[in-house]
């Protein structure tokens, strides 16, 4: 091998074992740092929903609901009046 290929396979081979090295050490503590079993304790949990509140009737809401609702069936219950003949 003449002098520029030693030096260039030098550099592939030094690259991918820089490559290796910084995937073999990246990786673990990357994984490490997500759960950590005797470090502060903080683990990722699920949110907990709080409890339902007790619902309360809104009684103006529902007078309103029943009025229009009576008003409507009144309305209609109205008889047409015809003025001429059909």
Do not use: W, Y
């Not at 409890?51 to 809401?61: C, E, G, I, L």
């Amino acid at each position: 091998m003449n002098p520029a290929t030693k030096s260039s396979f030098r550099r592939a081979v030094c690259a991918g074992v820089a490559a290796v090295v910084a995937g073999t050490v990246a990786l673990p503590s990357a994984a490490e740092a997500q759960n950590q079993p005797g470090g502060t304790g903080s683990e990722l949990n699920p949110p907990v929903p709080a409890p339902p509140q007790k619902v309360t009737t809104n009684f103006a809401a529902l007078a309103e609901a029943f009025f229009l609702a009576a008003l409507i069936v009144g309305v209609n219950l109205i008889p047409s009046k015809r003025g001429h003949q059909d």
